[in-house]
Nanobody, 127 residues
Framework: QVQLVDTGGGLVQAGGSLGLSCVPSGRTFSRYAMAWFRQGPGTEREFVATISGSGGGTYYADSVKGRFIISRDNGKNTVSLQMNSLKPEDTAVYYC????????????????????WGQGTQVTVSS
């Protein structure tokens, strides 16, 4: 069983930056594909970004491409999401997700692919 702890949410003005972190438990972190999803007020949870187990591959939703950066440090068992040029529409609860036994280099965009989820962290962007 893997437990994920999401941290780093908060309140920021439009145009500002915020960083999120996710620390999974487990000894084979490099075999997990990781991702961030978000759920805004009155909306369904949506894909934000994903990173392969090795960190060599990433993929972003069009809405965040060029503004957000997902990264991981397998030595420290940490995955991060750096969010820049934030917009009010980025306001949401952000969730870290992990997929066990991911294929090497593979990227997974669908929510149903992920086995483990963090508790979520609130990001609020004021206009």
């Amino acid at each position: 069983q893997v437990q994920l702890v999401d941290t780093g949410g908060g309140l920021v003005q439009a145009g500002g930056s915020l960083g999120l972190s996710c620390v999974p438990s487990g000894r084979t972190f490099s075999r997990y594909a990781m991702a961030w999803f978000r759920q805004g007020p009155g909306t369904e949870r949506e894909f934000v970004a994903t990173i392969s187990g090795s960190g060599g591959g990433t993929y972003y939703a069009d809405s965040v491409k060029g503004r957000f950066i997902i990264s991981r440090d397998n030595g420290k068992n940490t995955v991060s999401l750096q969010m820049n040029s934030l917009k009010p529409e980025d306001t949401a609860v952000y969730y870290c997700a992990a997929k066990a036994s991911a294929d090497d280099g593979a990227l997974y965009l669908r929510e149903s692919a992920y086995h483990y989820w963090g508790q979520g962290t609130q990001v609020t962007v004021s206009s």
